[in-house]
């Protein structure tokens, strides 16, 4: 069961701009936890493309972002390209649980 | 470069174990917790645990306590998960990913399928 909740679905037409919730509580990032982002084409594994709730490790394009506040953060993708389409989860770390790392229910991006 | 490659896919029968591999290159191995994640069939990622390559000291989601080990060997650069008394439901792609300070995974091997079937 997943701890923290996003959108199952957005779209936007290529160029477009997209953004993706991802909503906790205040024993993950309400507490202060980083939120970071993974895209995952089918078949492959996840990607970071974004950790620390807002850094890019070299190499992902800065038409992505990220932003946190309170119990909540979101995934920003600007200029909406056909390869962004994929599946995108959220992850943070909770303080309460057994299960310490948690992920989003993750959230498919099509570009129409 | 960094690469985390695993073992292959496998396909057991209920009750049966499995030990999927996990060979890091590309830094060193000691430096870095290793992670177990798996992600059923259209689901998304669940965290099993962490292993310290330093020391073999691990962590458990609660969950999984009792019947998955994780383990390692430092000779070969080498991070085992076994996961025991396998179900059905635990059919599931198994990936390792290597945890940089900051509770994140920066680095995943590319999965091994596991299916638990008769």
């Known amino acids: 069961q997943s701890v923290l909740t996003q959108p199952p679905s957005v779209s936007g037409a290529p160029g477009q701009r997209v953004t993706i919730s991802c909503t906790g509580s205040s024993s993950n990032i309400g507490a202060g936890y980083g939120v970071h982002w993974y895209k995952q084409l089918p078949g492959t594994a996840p990607k970071l493309l974004i950790y620390?709730?807002?850094i890019r490790p070299s190499g992902v394009p800065d038409r992505f972002s990220g932003s946190k506040s309170g119990t909540s953060a979101s995934l920003a993708i600007t200029g909406l390209q056909a390869e962004d389409e994929a599946d995108y989860y959220c992850q943070s770390y909770d303080n309460s649980l057994s299960v310490r790392y948690v992920f989003g229910t993750g959230t498919k991006v099509t570009v129409l | 470069q960094v690469q985390l490659v695993q073992s292959g896919a496998e396909v057991k029968q209920p009750g049966a174990s499995v030990k999927v591999s996990c060979k890091v290159s590309g830094y060193s191995f000691r430096d870095y917790f290793i992670h177990w994640v798996r992600q059923a069939p259209g689901q998304g990622p669940e965290w099993m645990g962490w292993?310290?390559?330093?020391?073999?000291?691990?962590n458990y989601a609660q969950k999984f306590q009792g019947w998955v080990t994780m383990t390692r060997d430092t000779s070969i650069s080498t991070a085992y998960m076994e996961v025991g008394r396998l179900s059905p439901d635990d059919t599931a792609v198994y990936y390792c990913?290597?945890?940089?300070?900051?509770?994140?995974?920066?680095?995943w091997g590319q999965g091994a399928l596991v299916t638990v079937s008769s």
């Open positions: 620390g709730n807002n």
């Open positions: 292993m310290n390559p330093k020391n073999g000291d691990t």
């Open positions: 990913a290597r945890g940089p300070n900051g509770y994140y995974f920066d680095y």
